[in-house]
């Protein structure tokens, strides 16, 4: 059998938000092909790193991935501004929406990929109909927007939800992914990768590990993966 292919995306918001270009050329040279970009608005998270016109500019600098996850108020504007630089994947808030299938249909028309994110403690219940639309689920593990607070702790109960959301979407017969951030550490990536994560938010605990290089990280990340595949094979 097939081991799944698990995607690190390295969040930009972990790079030098002074150096940008020079960061993401780090990742790309590193054959990394995602890039995970939070787009923040300081209402509905207590954060806004990158503008919309910065985003524009790394959009001309790299041809990697871009994995956009909108927080945000006001999905609809953020959307549109997102389809427009040309982004490959798009997720938004279900907190924060009231027509969901309005942007979901306004995300999938422009060729991108659809996401929705949910907060720690939203319940998979939410997602009942709106699944099967969707190519990836993005579960935040920490509440959004308090990556810089290094004493926020990844919720207790993460591995247990990723886990669920995997048997959801076996039960419905569908090949949705699971996107994991925040505190997405070299400690879990082992548990999330076995309990079905496939899209790795690599941040400063992982990828961006001060003490080493990026390569450095990655190597270790990517033996973290490989434990967590084979004691998921364990575990089947």
Do not use: W
Request: negative net charge; charged residues 25%.
């Amino acid at each position: 059998m097939q081991k799944r292919a698990i995607t690190i995306a390295p969040s930009i918001m972990s790079g030098d938000l002074c150096n940008l270009e020079k960061s993401v050329k780090a990742i790309e040279n590193e054959g990394l092909d995602t890039l995970h970009i939070d787009v923040i608005d300081g209402s509905f998270s207590p954060s806004m790193p990158l503008g919309i016109d910065t985003i524009k500019q790394l959009r001309k600098v790299t041809d990697m991935n871009f994995d956009v996850h909108i927080m945000a108020n006001d999905n609809e504007f953020f959307i549109q501004e997102m389809i427009d630089i040309g982004v490959e994947q798009i997720s938004f808030h279900l907190e924060s929406s009231v027509h969901i299938d309005r942007y979901v249909n306004l995300i999938r028309k422009s060729g991108t990929k659809v996401g929705v994110a949910l907060n720690p403690s939203t319940p998979l219940s939410s997602l009942d109909y709106i699944l099967p639309q969707c190519d990836t689920v993005l579960l935040m593990l920490i509440n959004p927007g308090f990556a810089t607070d290094k004493n926020e702790k990844q919720v207790p109960y993460a591995t247990k939800k990723v886990k669920d959301l995997q048997a959801l979407i076996q039960e419905k017969g569908l090949d949705t992914r699971i996107e994991v951030d925040g505190r997405v550490s070299l400690e879990t990536i082992p548990e999330l990768v076995n309990a079905g994560a496939d899209i790795l938010v690599a941040g400063s605990t992982s990828l961006f590990i001060k003490e080493r290089s990026i390569a450095e990280n990655k190597k270790i990340m990517e033996e973290k993966i490989a434990e967590g595949l084979s004691s998921e094979e364990v575990t089947k």
